[in-house]
């Protein structure tokens, strides 16, 4: 593609229901709202996934939605890299199509015009791969293709995923302590749990119960959303100190105080044995940026679909973007999860392949927190290829562009 692409935008926004409802900062989250946009050049379509979550440090959906209605004009490298910084989600889900339909990611050459299969983008001779790699479970119950290029993945293959360890999200309740078995089986070791929404003493019971029953090998990691008080956070990392000494250590904490805890934060990082990870306190890679400059020596959790634009993840271990190699942190120590923010099938195979291009860059790569399947309602979001996704969106909501 030159230099000089310009496109057409369209949009359609969604909203999916989630299979129970989940419990949030905000109270419960009951449906996902979000927008699939969808860039055109001739005969060339690629697609993206704007998907804020209102706790977030992002723009809100309708701010998303009034930005792409005012859209005006063609769709150019100029006026995607002019996408408010205040859009984070926007500038990722319409930075994400931007790259598709050049078929190659921002700053890099482009590959040779008329290149089989080149780019992500929707063209009708793409062929599918096959996605069956043998009778046997993947590792960690991931099925993947070993020969898809995570660099160029294909729109028209969502349902081929790089293969890399991912985490399971559980339950809440009771219903957490055998739910682990069946994705057990299935080769899954690590798992999450969302903490801090019902009794605490029973909670911590709870938590205690399943990691003492996890087999060997098994890991789980404690979300609490920055719902916890101070004095529950010293009560979960000290319970997660004594699990440690006796064999059965929590991989770490998951953003216990909200983001406005900075130094309490801190404080908990240095106190205790047991990890702590930053998740809403680095919604964007420019938070993450700033939390590390502030000497944050435990984890970051980063949804990439919220992070800002794709090159911006991007250069945390490569020496690109605005800000040059300063922040260039993939072989000096960066211990980074990328998690989900429930995206379409669009959204999270982007997800996936920056997931998989950072474990390919770090020493000690954790299981990406990218295992949701089962908690939205089957509505065709999940289709193996854009085409179909776009096409069921349109059922759920009014098209523009």
Not at 36 to 49: C, K, P
Not at 102 to 119: C, D, L, N, R, V
Not at 216 to 226: F, K, M, S, V
Request: charge should be negative; charged fraction near 20%; include cysteine.
């Amino acid at each position: 593609m030159s230099a000089s692409l310009s496109a057409r935008l369209r949009f359609h926004p969604y909203s999916r229901r989630f299979r129970s409802a989940l419990f949030t900062p905000l109270g419960v989250w009951s449906s996902r709202l979000g927008l699939v946009v969808r860039l055109e050049a001739g005969d060339r379509v690629a697609y993206g996934d704007i998907t804020p979550i209102p706790w977030f440090a992002c723009e809100s959906f309708d701010e998303a939605f009034q930005f792409c209605s005012r859209w005006r004009g063609p769709v150019t490298e100029e006026t995607i890299a002019a996408i408010p910084a205040t859009l984070p989600a926007t500038r990722f889900g319409l930075g994400w199509a931007w790259e598709q339909l050049q078929g190659h990611p921002w700053g890099a050459s482009h590959p040779a015009e008329g290149a089989k299969g080149s780019g992500g983008c929707d063209r009708a001779d793409d062929q599918l791969l096959d996605p069956t790699l043998g009778d046997s479970p993947q590792p960690h119950g991931i099925p993947g293709n070993t020969a898809l290029d995570p660099a160029q993945p294909n729109q028209n293959q969502l349902h081929i995923l790089p293969s890399l360890p991912l985490g399971w999200l559980l339950p809440q309740g009771n219903r957490a302590l055998d739910a682990w078995q069946d994705p057990w089986d299935q080769g899954w070791r690590t798992f999450k749990l969302k903490v801090g929404d019902g009794s605490w003493e029973q909670e911590l019971t709870r938590i205690e119960t399943l990691r003492r029953g996890l087999p060997e090998g098994g890991q789980l990691r404690l979300d609490a959303n920055g719902k916890l008080t101070l004095e529950q956070a010293h009560q979960l990392l000290a319970l997660g100190d004594r699990l440690g000494e006796q064999g059965y250590p929590l991989e770490f904490v998951e953003q216990p105080l909200p983001p406005e805890a900075w130094m309490d934060l801190q404080a908990l990082e240095r106190t205790y044995a047991t990890p702590i990870a930053l998740d809403e306190s680095v919604t964007t890679v420019t938070q993450l940026r700033h939390c590390q400059d502030q000497g944050w020596g435990g984890i970051f959790v980063l949804k990439p679909s919220l992070a800002g634009f794709p090159w911006e993840v991007r250069a945390l271990w490569e020496d690109r973007g605005q800000e040059g190699g300063a922040h260039n942190l993939g072989k000096s120590g960066l211990d980074l999860v990328m998690s989900s923010a429930l995206e379409t099938a669009i959204g999270h195979q982007a997800a996936m392949t920056l997931a998989h291009q950072w474990h390919q860059q770090s020493h000690a790569p954790r299981a990406a927190g990218l295992g949701v399947q089962g908690f939205l309602e089957q509505d065709g979001l999940d289709s193996p290829t854009a085409g179909e996704v776009w096409k069921f969106v349109n059922f759920l909501g009014v098209g523009v562009g």
